[in-house]
T-cell receptor
Framework: DSGVTQTPKHLITATGQRVTLRCSPRSGDLSVYWYQQSLDQGLQFLIQYYNGEERAKGNILERFSAQQFPDLHSELNLSSLELGDSALYFC???????????????FGPGTRLLVL | AQTVTQSQPEMSVQEAETVTLSCTYDTSENNYYLFWYKQPPSRQMILVIRQEAYKQQNATENRFSVNFQKAAKSFSLKISDSQLGDTAMYFCAFMKLSRRGNNNDMRFGAGTRLTVKP
């Protein structure tokens, strides 16, 4: 158990809908990262938040957005869903220091999204 | 942009034997970290081993060790005494180390599917 929790574990929805995925980082971790794992694109970095602020953006679609709350949990919002958004969405967290292993990312169990 | 290449889509090894998974990367950065993650059938991403680029000594974690060749930009994973529980997808990952220490997104290779045979 990495200490990172994600809810829900599974999500089935229809095209055009909007869903919210939730992540709670490990105790003491300030950074949260979101990744998408799909069959054709592999593991792709989406976005990083550090202590409530956006720090890095990867291949995140405009239909997707995220935020990190004062208690450090994060939510990833996916809207106008398409069939191609079906994937496993991971959240990871790290302390995000500059040395001593604090930048190592620990992954949650993932949320499996199926868009029908 | 950093890229990570895993040239072996699938590999197999007999239980108790040794196997090496390859990874190469491309970067102009000098300070970075490299990781191997394991993803078993449960789909959980599990950290196997990490290597800091500034360290010349290869990292070791029990049966897992790496061969880090910085000049060649190569980072292979050696699994000794392979066990059935090692059957998984293995991902090599690169992370540059930002000066502020809080912009540390990882780039992953496509993965190598390892099967340990009894």
């Amino acid at each position: 158990d990495s200490g990172v929790t994600q809810t829900p574990k599974h999500l089935i929805t229809a095209t055009g809908q909007r869903v919210t995925l939730r992540c709670s980082p490990r105790s003491g971790d300030l950074s949260v990262y979101w990744y998408q794992q799909s069959l054709d694109q592999g593991l792709q970095f989406l976005i990083q938040y550090y202590n409530g602020e956006e720090r890095a953006k990867g291949n995140i679609l405009e239909r997707f957005s995220a935020q990190q709350f004062p208690d450090l949990h994060s939510e990833l919002n996916l809207s106008s869903l398409e069939l191609g958004d079906s994937a496993l969405y991971f959240c990871a967290s790290s302390v995000s220091g500059t040395s001593g292993g604090q930048e190592t990312q620990y992954f949650g169990p993932g949320t499996r999204l199926l868009v029908l | 942009a950093q890229t990570v290449t895993q040239s072996q889509p699938e590999m197999s090894v007999q239980e108790a034997e040794t196997v090496t998974l390859s990874c190469t990367y491309d970067t102009s950065e000098n300070n970075y970290y490299l990781f191997w993650y394991k993803q078993p059938p449960s789909r959980q991403m599990i950290l196997v081993i990490r290597q800091e680029a500034y360290k010349q000594q290869n990292a070791t974690e029990n049966r897992f060790s790496v061969n880090f060749q910085k000049a060649a930009k190569s980072f292979s994973l050696k699994i000794s005494d392979s066990q059935l529980g090692d059957t998984a997808m293995y991902f090599c990952a690169f992370m540059k180390l930002s000066r502020r220490g809080n912009n540390n997104d990882m780039r992953f290779g496509a993965g190598t599917r390892l099967t340990v045979k009894p």
